[in-house]
């Protein structure tokens, strides 16, 4: 059986990382696409680079040209565009630059495919915060849209161009509507992350108090690992769609905070008349983020139906090591 060839755009973040260690398990021949920096973090895929099934190859969602060259020296199976300006807030600051990675970019990937490997299978990375202000909850896939940010715009763009040049030009083109999903691969800019960093200082005696935004905010979290084997399965169907995938569980910041290996560290949301804890958790409402979206809760039956597995939930995801991680990491490079 002929090896089949996967390139994955954003392969040094964190759902990237994850994806490319779930293909080269399955014997794929994984070419990560890194843009052209001075500064490239590998620490997500440190422990793959030397796999000998794995390459990392330059390319640029900027770049139309270096698109089509990608796919035309590799020649893909199948590609799974990760690669966008993921965070939320920074999509308010930088929002032109945001649509020409998270929106056009898509445009210049499927450009690609159809002019140079039309029988490659493609994944789009599609996101929640696309629903923004909420139609109907639970969230599935005939829910309109209605982002509530120039990032949840932008990935509104990204999948409906995926959608067309389905129907338009035949492609086998999925869009995955992922809900949050987590891990100790996270950013620090995510909530999640930040959580979990700041209760790890505390814990060193490195920090006082943790100040976040809207504590009753909620979100589905679910585990970043069981997530990029739901993008391989969305390209194994005999037909392209679109999928929602999520835990179906809501949980606020709140109870994220409170969880139990966070109040073992004595970690938690301080309350008033409260000082017992020496570590508290404080709300900023100047934290807080434009265009929050409102409850998202995803239903993700369709996928589960086909192959995919219930996904884990908030506290399955603190197995993961989120905490202990973060310790792990900040006893590393303390001075």
Not at 168 to 173: E, I, P
Not at 195 to 209: S, Y
Not at 278 to 287: H, T
Request: aromatic fraction near 10%.
């Amino acid at each position: 059986m002929k090896q089949k060839t996967a390139l994955i755009t954003g392969v040094t973040g964190q759902d990237g990382s994850y994806l490319a260690e779930y293909l080269l398990g399955l014997d794929y021949k994984v070419i990560g696409m890194v843009r052209r920096t001075s500064t490239i973090n590998f620490d997500r895929i440190k422990h793959i680079q030397s796999h000998a099934n794995m390459e990392l190859a330059q390319g640029d969602l900027l770049d139309q040209s270096s698109m089509m060259e990608i796919v035309r020296e590799h020649q893909p199976d199948e590609v799974y565009n990760l690669a966008a300006q993921s965070f939320v807030p920074t999509s308010w600051t930088q929002p032109v630059l945001t649509g020409e990675f998270t929106a056009i970019g898509v445009t210049r990937l499927l450009e690609a495919i159809r002019h140079v490997k039309p029988d490659a299978r493609f994944y789009q990375a599609s996101s929640s915060e696309m629903f923004g202000k909420v139609q109907e909850v639970p969230q599935r896939e005939t829910t309109p849209f209605y982002p509530r940010s120039p990032y949840g715009v932008a990935k509104v763009y990204g999948h409906w161009i995926t959608v067309n040049y389905r129907e338009s030009y035949k492609l086998f083109a999925c869009s995955g509507i992922l809900f949050n999903h987590e891990s100790p691969r996270r950013g620090l800019e995510f909530v999640t992350h930040k959580v979990t960093h700041a209760a790890a200082k505390i814990k060193l005696g490195l920090q006082k108090e943790l100040h976040l935004g809207n504590l009753d905010s909620q979100r589905d979290w679910g585990f970043a690992g069981d997530y990029v084997r739901a993008m391989w399965l969305m390209l194994q169907q005999a037909r392209p769609d679109d999928y929602v995938i999520a835990t179906g569980e809501q949980h606020s910041v709140r109870e994220f905070v409170n969880q139990r290996d966070l109040q073992k560290l004595r970690i938690g949301v301080a309350q008033r008349h409260q000082q017992e804890r020496s570590a508290l958790v404080r709300r900023c409402p100047w934290i807080e983020q434009l265009g929050n979206p409102d409850l998202l809760a995803g239903r993700a039956e369709p996928l589960c139906n086909k192959g995919g597995d219930r996904f884990g939930r908030l506290a399955e995801l603190f197995r993961t090591g989120l905490v202990l991680g973060a310790i792990r990491d900040l006893e590393r490079w303390r001075v």
